[in-house]
């Protein structure tokens, strides 16, 4: 019997469309697979990798485990991606394709590998890689670990654009936050479905954590902003992906290298309570970006504008010297008029002065401190999560020494667009999270009520992280920042001397090497053989035929 529309309970088709409003209805990824590839050409790659629970995360009623184990039952696939090689139209292909049934197809350390992969594969062998994304963002319970997946992932795409081989993006409904913000906004050709949400973060963000209306954040209103290229049919996709694939080439592929390890915590003490960390971290007394710019460089010479037409006074961009190296600095102000949410002018502010960097060959320094990026409907219109996506696909393969610092508040994805490089320093009463505390408690539990027991869990501090292996560098605050901001600038300096010296001798291709085994290897992943017992051999969307 034929499923009913949510929308408006007519009968759905084949396809999933309405045949009475023409709601396109979520689509699982077997069945996706089955409309797009040519009959019997999909072959599933990296099957059986799984994560394990980084944060020992749980919501109070159920870990994460049990979450992503009822998941697995529930859609009878290890996580929320599924990717292979396929035809579409007779054109080989690289198909990535999300499912928004698992864990609302959120992107953690599985999804990023698996797409970074698929990219790899891609490059390697040439084959234009197509994403069909449905997915509410990075994954909560994988805390930063799911947020640096974007990075991954961006950088992945970066390779490919680097070398000329096409990515094409699908955003069904809905596709949102850090897989918008991240490879989803790096397609050559970014496609949409009828009616898609297509938003930075979602109305129940909006409401309860920011306070703020939700936007239109619909695959219309991002056509009639030129942020997508089409608005597709579904029963038009395949003969459209078919045709882009058969059209496209790429050019060659390059290599990969290994990580560098952190550095241990370099003062050990006895730690404060999270939510103290959190509110120091906010303090407005608390030097932001632009001050600690002043205090720390010398010579400064700011560079205005995105060229686009607006100037965001969330971001500084300069030129000037640390000691006497010339350097280029791109610092986020906390206390701009936006209250430092990042526009979409910003960060194309901040890529201005990555080309200078890479151009002149000076090292790049960035002072991290957002509570997050703007998604007001202006910055949704603007392009914020392009802006994003783009920014970490630049850094990522920036031709330069890159050194980030977290100075205050490292807000999402906001912040980790200036957070990607070859160094990752933290103030010891800075915080960085793949969401804030508040919005996680309006997401998890429907109220903000619950925001100071979450960021205990998000494990968002700065000794929390270089535990995780994602911060490099802790730099002490005895006092804290606001007490003895002087104090803060001069370790800040002396941290960045240290830094820029050691690597001053990188060679380019070095660099890139390091930093791109750094992002591959952000969480370990396992092969998950024992799970061929329970369900029977074959590829998921075999078993679901089955089924």
């Not at 992280?465 to 802790?474: A, P, Q, S, T």
Request: with cysteine.
């Amino acid at each position: 019997m034929a499923e009913p529309c949510p929308k408006c309970a007519a009968t759905l088709d084949q396809l999933l469309i309405c045949t009475g409003c023409g709601f396109h209805a979520p689509v699982p990824a077997t069945q996706r697979i089955e409309q797009l590839a040519d009959r019997g050409s999909f072959h599933e790659a990296d099957r059986h990798l799984w994560s394990g629970n980084p944060l020992h995360f749980s919501d109070g009623v159920s870990s994460y485990e049990k979450q992503v184990a009822e998941a697995q039952a529930e859609t009878r696939l290890l996580d929320a991606v599924v990717t292979g090689r396929a035809r579409v139209l007779g054109a080989r292909v690289i198909l990535v394709v999300f499912d928004f049934r698992f864990l609302g197809g959120s992107m953690g350390s599985v999804v990023g590998e698996k797409v970074a992969r698929a990219f790899d594969a891609a490059r390697r062998e040439r084959l234009p890689a197509i994403v069909v994304c449905s997915s509410g963002g990075a994954r909560i319970q994988e805390g930063m670990v799911a947020l640096f997946q974007m990075a991954k992932t961006a950088l992945a795409a970066a390779r490919l654009r680097e070398l000329g081989v096409p990515l094409i993006t699908v955003l069904a409904d809905p596709t949102m936050g850090g897989v918008l913000a991240s490879f989803a906004g790096l397609g050559d050709v970014i496609l949409a479905e009828p009616h898609a949400r297509v938003a930075f973060v979602g109305p129940r963000v909006h409401t309860t954590a920011i306070g703020d209306s939700a936007p239109p954040g619909t695959a219309e209103f991002a056509f009639a902003h030129g942020l997508i290229d089409a608005v597709v049919e579904r029963d038009r996709l395949r003969p459209v992906l078919g045709s882009l694939a058969g059209a496209l080439r790429s050019r060659e592929a390059g290599a990969q290298g290994k990580r560098e390890s952190p550095e241990p915590h370099s003062h050990a003490k006895t730690r404060r309570d999270v939510w103290e960390t959190v509110e120091l971290a906010r303090h407005p007394d608390r030097p932001s970006g632009r001050a600690l710019a002043h205090a720390v460089f010398s010579d400064i010479f700011e560079i205005r504008g995105d060229r686009q037409g607006d100037d965001d006074d969330s971001v500084m961009a300069a030129i000037g010297r640390l000691g006497a190296r010339p350097v280029v600095v791109v610092a986020q102000d906390r206390h701009s008029l936006g209250m430092g949410r990042t526009r979409a002018s910003g960060y194309r502010k901040a890529q201005r002065a990555y080309s200078l960097a890479e151009r002149f060959s000076l090292p790049l320094i960035t002072l991290v401190d957002t509570p997050g990026a703007s998604t007001d409907t202006d910055a949704e219109a603007a392009g914020i999560t392009g802006a994003i996506a783009e920014s970490l696909a630049r850094l990522a393969r920036l031709r330069t020494p890159v050194i980030n610092v977290v100075v205050g508040e490292g807000g999402s994805g906001g912040a980790l667009a200036l957070s990607v490089g070859d160094r990752l320093l933290m103030h010891e009463n800075a915080i960085f999270s793949v969401i804030g505390p508040e919005a996680a408690s309006a997401i998890l539990y429907h109220d903000a009520e619950h925001a100071h027991e979450l960021a205990t869990r998000l494990k968002l501090t700065a000794t929390d992280l270089v535990e995780l292996r994602l911060v490099d560098r802790i730099l002490p605050e005895q006092p804290a920042g606001h007490e003895a901001p002087d104090l803060m600038a001069t370790v800040l300096r002396q941290a960045l001397l240290d830094e820029v010296g050691r690597l001053a001798g990188s060679s380019v291709k070095a660099l890139l090497k390091r930093r791109e085994a750094k992002f591959r290897h952000v969480h370990e992943l396992r092969g998950r053989l024992r799970m061929l017992i329970r369900y029977p051999p074959g590829p998921p969307h075999a078993r679901a035929a089955r089924a």
